[in-house]
């Protein structure tokens, strides 16, 4: 039996997907002033092994970072309602720019819309 991640393609997918991710991400205006210059490329490298490892591949996250704790490593963001539609916007642009099968698709997309919904933190 295969996993999610290498019924989606494995690395390259990930790769691919959280690249137009991080496109979009570096201009938003509510998203890009989260990320500090510095660190664009690791929080890229952080989402590709989360996410890789989220759907059954490598443990390279865990094995770097330790638990997820989504919420915890998130605290320090103002993540509102318009931060959490900006997040969801960015990534639907790139869940749309890569090839996947409509049923996993779905399956993606209701673990992304159910993360973002988790990882607000301020009222509106």
């Not at 990882?119 to 509106?124: E, I, R, S, Y």
Request: include cysteine.
């Amino acid at each position: 039996m295969s996993t999610f991640y290498e019924k989606m393609g494995g690395e390259a997918f990930f790769a691919d997907l959280v690249s137009q991710f991080y496109a979009r991400v570096a201009t938003d205006p509510i998203l890009r002033p989260m990320y500090p210059d510095e660190d664009m490329k690791g929080a890229a490298q952080r989402l590709q092994w989360f996410l890789e490892q989220y759907w059954g591949g490598p443990t390279t996250y865990g094995d770097n970072r330790g638990h997820p704790r989504l919420r915890m490593r998130h605290a320090h963001f103002h993540i509102d309602t318009k931060a959490r539609d900006a997040w969801l916007a960015c990534m639907s642009a790139a869940v749309d720019g890569v090839d996947v099968n409509p049923v996993m698709r779905e399956e993606l997309w209701s673990y992304l819309e159910m993360a973002a919904n988790s990882m607000v933190n301020q009222p509106d």
